[in-house]
């Protein structure tokens, strides 16, 4: 149904270097805009490649970072990588955390239905692990939500993690939203 793009790095002749590494130095560098567009640009160049071949995958999801979301036009930026690519916008999904909408409050709400306007989908990563409150799943213009694999590692074990599963998965029919739950890796999850 999808597939999603993750950027990593690989120095010359080097170990690979953990995005727990390198993304908060680029995020407090600034370098992580130009990375984000980079890999903005690159997964869409992918997908419309895949589609051109006529593979199916559904939706591509790109991690947006919160520079990329509030210090750049980034409804511009997505709808120019769009038509240089030529990705129909209903094949990119954008992928958000709690903390970073909570953190612009009217100004994400504007951007975000930015985002939605040109028709890309909204997804809220690691959902559950914020400190948010939830009113936001209604002002926000979202359509999916991630549940972190804090919560789908134990699931099969913990009744607490099995109870929050299912909370998240009643409230995202409530409010009509997709699910998709991080870090499957066995049947009985």
């Not at 709690?98 to 306007?117: C, F, P, T, Y």
Request: glycine share 6%; aromatic share 6%; proline share 3%.
């Amino acid at each position: 149904i999808g597939c999603e793009a993750l950027v990593r790095w690989q120095a010359k002749d080097q170990a690979l270097v953990s995005p727990a590494e390198f993304i908060p130095l680029a995020e407090d560098t600034g370098l992580i805009v130009p990375i984000g567009k980079w890999v903005l640009m690159q997964a869409c160049t992918q997908a419309k490649e895949w589609l051109d071949k006529g593979y199916s995958f559904g939706t591509i999801s790109v991690n947006l970072s919160v520079r990329q979301l509030y210090h750049e036009e980034i409804a511009k930026t997505v709808s120019e990588i769009l038509q240089q690519t030529g990705l129909p916008a209903k094949r990119l999904k954008l992928e958000l955390t709690e903390s970073m909408i909570m953190e612009g409050g009217a100004k994400a709400e504007n951007l975000l239905r930015s985002l939605k306007d040109l028709g890309v989908s909204l997804s809220l990563d690691d959902f559950g692990t914020g400190y948010s409150s939830l009113s936001y799943l209604k002002r926000f213009p979202l359509d999916e939500l991630k549940i972190d694999q804090s919560f789908v590692r134990d699931l099969t074990d913990n009744k607490v993690d099995q109870g929050i599963v299912a909370i998240i998965i009643e409230m995202a029919k409530t409010f009509k939203l997709e699910i998709i739950a991080e870090g499957v890796e066995t049947k009985s999850q």
